[in-house]
């Protein structure tokens, strides 16, 4: 019912506009016009406009990596939803670990850019997730609860099953460590469960909720397979075409099961 996600996030990468249009084109040449699984890429703003281009006439969806809560104004460096919109895109990541914890973003910090997407017609995808201390002291399910209560405040269950959750746990981003499906599964299990409680079962079982945190094509099929993941957001594995086409694969080989 709920169908596959993979999002590639590019983050501050490739360095030049030559190279992200390749790696657009290599990518959308990969997908073909096929729609079992949903594509995102997610470029750095300067290059929106170029993969765009490229992306044209094709089911691949693109996402900013960030937004303002603002619709414009004086906000130097800043880039509205409607900006976003205006450069082709159709999703945005908001409250990446990157930003939450290297730029303070906090939880009401997500809900305003979170309802701002929504009112610029944007797929909102919301990260949350623990970091490793925070594992390790147990406190998983406590700090997943707290971020989805900050970050999902006062939205009304339609807009909640419009808005896609990323689960990343921080010490599986970019580290090569990965979550066994088992704590993805347990991580997803839950983050359901309090949907389920917030939103009602019909709007919890409507939304996608992907696992990010260095899924790569060798460990895609397994985590893509649990029940509770609908998807992958994926960082450093989306700059290589040949490797994110592979997580795209494994995502087909799992919804035609
Ligand atoms: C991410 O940045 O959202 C991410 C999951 O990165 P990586 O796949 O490199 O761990």
Same mark, same amino acid.
């Given at each position: ?19 992200? +249009? ?11 016009? &096929? +729609?079992? +699984?949903? +594509?995102?890429? !997610? #470029? ?18 693109? *996402?900013?990596?960030?937004?303002? &809560? ?11 939803? &409607? ?5 082709? !895109? ?28 929504? /009112? ?6 919301? !990260?949350? =997730? ?38 990343? #746990?921080?010490?599986?981003? *970019? ?26 079962? &019909? ?8 696992? =990010?945190?260095?899924?790569? #094509?060798?460990? /895609?099929?397994?985590?893509?397979? !649990? #029940? ?30």
């Amino acid at each position: 019912m709920r169908t596959l996600l993979i999002a590639g996030n590019w983050k501050m990468n490739p360095p030049t506009r030559a190279e992200a +249009v390749a790696l657009a084109q290599e990518v959308k040449a990969g997908v073909g016009t &096929a +729609v079992d +699984v949903h +594509v995102v890429v !997610c #470029p750095p703003s300067v290059f929106l406009q170029a993969v765009d281009s490229v992306l044209e006439g094709s089911p691949i969806g693109m *996402g900013g990596q960030d937004m303002h &809560a603002q619709s414009g104004g004086a906000y130097t460096g800043e880039v509205a939803g &409607a900006m976003l919109v205006d450069s082709g !895109c159709t999703h945005v990541i908001l409250g990446h670990s990157e930003r939450r914890h290297g730029m303070g973003e906090t939880d009401a910090m997500v809900n305003a850019k979170l309802k701002s997407a929504l /009112a610029s017609r944007l797929i909102p995808i919301v !990260c949350i =997730g623990e970091t490793k201390d925070e594992r390790l002291g147990d406190r998983t399910e406590a700090v997943l609860d707290e971020q989805l209560a900050g970050s999902l405040a006062g939205l009304s269950p339609e807009e909640m099953a419009g808005t896609v959750l990323a689960y990343e #746990p921080v010490w599986a981003i *970019g580290t090569g460590l990965t979550a066994t499906p088992e704590q993805a599964q347990a991580a997803h299990a839950h983050i359901r469960k309090r949907l389920a409680e917030a939103f009602g079962e &019909a709007t919890a079982a409507r939304v996608v909720v992907q696992y =990010g945190g260095s899924v790569k #094509p060798d460990n /895609a099929a397994e985590l893509l397979a !649990c #029940p509770d993941i609908d998807g992958a957001l994926v960082g450093g594995a989306s700059l290589k075409a040949a490797d994110f086409l592979a997580i795209v694969a494994a995502g087909r080989q799992v919804s035609a099961r």
